[in-house]
C-alpha cells in the first residue's frame, strides 16, 4: 500500500510513494499591456503588469472561494483552478489590456511558503500548451464567455507559469484567429447586481 510521508516545513507539497505531489497556490487575475500576446513566439512571457490591475481584481476577489490544485505524476501535470469574483461590483480595471492569471503577488505574511509555487515548468520539448476546458460563469451556471458565437474561449500556458486568456475566432481565417482577452471584455460582466463571476481553469500538461 502506498504510504505519504508529508515535508516537515508547510510548503503544501505531499509526497507520495508512488511518484504523485499535489500542492496548491492562490490564484491571482492581472492585465498586460495590448499586444503583448501577439508579440512573439513566447506569447508575450513575463509582460510587465498594467499598474494596479492586480490591485483592481483582487478587490472583487472572494479569497476562500478562489482556489487552484495541482497534481504532478512523474512528468503528468493535472490542474485545477476557479477563481471567484463579485460581479455586482463595477468594472476593477478600467485601464486597456490582456488578461492574464498568474500565483498571487505579492504573497500576504499570514500565508504559507507553499502559495508561492506556480504550476510546474513545461516540457521544452513541446511547444507552450493550449487548454480549451475554461468556463467564465455566473451564479445559475450561464455561460458568459465567450460573448461571441463561433469563438472558444482558451488559456495559453507561459514560460514562468503565467496563463493568457485568449478567444479563437473560428469563423474568421483559415486559420481561425486567435485574440488575447481584454480587460474591457472581461469587465463588461461586472455592475449586475447579484452577479457572481466564476472563473474556471482545467488542463494537462506534460512537465520538465
Known amino acids: 500500500m502506498a504510504t505519504t510521508s508529508p515535508t516537515i516545513n508547510d510548503f503544501g507539497v505531499l509526497t507520495v510513494t508512488d511518484g504523485i505531489a499535489q500542492t496548491g497556490f492562490r490564484s491571482q487575475l492581472y492585465a498586460v499591456a495590448t499586444g ?67 500565483v498571487t503577488q505579492p504573497l500576504a505574511s499570514e500565508n504559507f511558503t507553499r502559495f508561492l509555487v506556480a504550476l510546474p515548468t513545461q516540457d521544452m520539448n513541446y511547444s507552450l500548451p493550449l487548454f480549451e476546458d475554461i468556463e467564465v460563469l455566473d451564479e445559475d451556471g450561464t455561460n458568459l464567455l465567450p460573448s461571441t458565437a463561433n469563438t472558444i474561449l482558451q488559456a495559453r500556458f507561459l514560460y514562468g507559469g503565467d496563463l493568457a486568456f485568449v478567444q479563437q475566432d473560428l469563423s474568421a481565417g483559415p486559420p481561425p484567429t486567435t485574440a488575447a482577452l481584454t480587460t474591457a471584455e472581461l469587465g463588461a460582466l461586472f455592475g449586475v447586481i447579484g452577479r457572481t463571476i466564476r472563473i474556471f481553469v482545467r488542463g494537462t500538461y506534460r512537465a520538465a
Open 36 to 102: 503583448s500576446y501577439a508579440s512573439g513566439a513566447t506569447f508575450g512571457s513575463g509582460a510587465v503588469e498594467i499598474a494596479g490591475s492586480s490591485t483592481g481584481y483582487d478587490s472583487v476577489k472572494d479569497v476562500p472561494a478562489s482556489r487552484a490544485s495541482v497534481r504532478k505524476h512523474d512528468t503528468d501535470v493535472d490542474f485545477n483552478i476557479l477563481v471567484v469574483l463579485d460581479g455586482s461590483a463595477a468594472n476593477p480595471v478600467a485601464d486597456a489590456g490582456e488578461v492574464r492569471l498568474r
